[in-house]
């Protein structure tokens, strides 16, 4: 496996948090079949232009289990720890005001199969995307470069295995994910653009002070953590102390408990140096897993 020192992080120019902010948001369409409203915009700022999704609070379905704050508010604190590791897997994400009110509003990210000319191109591109990081199988065990997720039933008794590329730009979002509780880490909640850069987005549910850890990426659970993302582990946990701006941030976004809890969880994976483990028999996984 390559050194993780050299998968490149896409750093976030302040320029797009700016546009993000400032920008004047234009709302082209909705996106259907999304548990919340999702709204596809342009944003404009100073002669700049990009598209990003607005999800307003207002649209938001509420959950049992989330009484506190706001979905757009966990997904905006996904988004700050994640910089904090320095690993630039959440696309740039503020909380603003917008035509439906306060809402997450994060840069859109176009696929590779967003500028294909035609169906099998799309189908080309998209194999080179996320295609290459989850595959269901017709085997027993993973083949070389893939890690085991489990066995899932496709069909009336036939089973097949889920299985996740060793990739560590995925390694890298396995760790961010158990650092910020994800409970939906699913196959389409992973992007990747033209210039192969993983993105993961839908990060609502998030930050719980329960357990609630769902993901497809338990490829390298009771796994060393890799040297690198120690030192960005020991780098946060510096970052979450009382006073520290990233602390001082995150107690806007989530509630003190859970911010707490994320110093907690933070704690345990670097006493324990190893990758989360499933806390069931069974590990947590999404479903549908794509
Ligand atoms: N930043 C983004 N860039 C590109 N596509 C996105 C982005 N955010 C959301 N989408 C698209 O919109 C869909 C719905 O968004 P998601 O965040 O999953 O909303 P929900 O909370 O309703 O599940 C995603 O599955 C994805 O296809
Ligand atoms: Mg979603």
Known sequence: ????????????????????????????????????????????????????????????????????????????????????????????????????????????????????????????????????????????????????????????????????????RLRRLAVLDAVINNGDRKGGHLLVDAGDHLYGIDHGVTFNVEDKLRTLLWGWAGEPLTEEATGALEGLRERLRDGEPLAVRLGELITGAELEAVRERVAALLKSGRHREPSGEWPAIPWPPI
């Open 1 to 168: 496996m390559s050194a993780p020192e050299r998968i490149p992080a896409r750093r976030v120019s302040d320029q797009d948090l700016v546009l993000l902010a400032r920008g004047e948001l234009r709302v082209q369409g909705q996106i259907r079949d999304a548990s919340n409203a999702v709204l596809l915009c342009t944003v404009t700022h100073e002669g700049r232009e990009a598209r990003c999704v607005y999800k307003p609070v207002r649209g938001e379905r509420p959950l049992w289990d989330f009484p506190d704050g706001t979905l757009a508010q966990r997904e905006v604190a996904a988004y700050e720890v994640c910089e904090a590791l320095g690993w630039g897997l959440v696309p740039p994400t503020v909380l603003r005001d917008g035509p439906y009110g306060e809402g997450m509003c994060q840069l859109w990210i176009d696929g590779p199969a967003d500028d294909a000319e035609d169906a099998e191109d799309a189908e080309d591109a998209e194999a080179l995307g996320v295609g290459r990081l989850l595959a269901l199988v017709d085997a027993q065990e993973p083949a070389e470069g893939w890690k085991a997720i489990g066995f899932a039933e496709v069909e009336e008794g036939r089973t097949a295995l889920l299985v996740h590329a060793d990739d560590p």
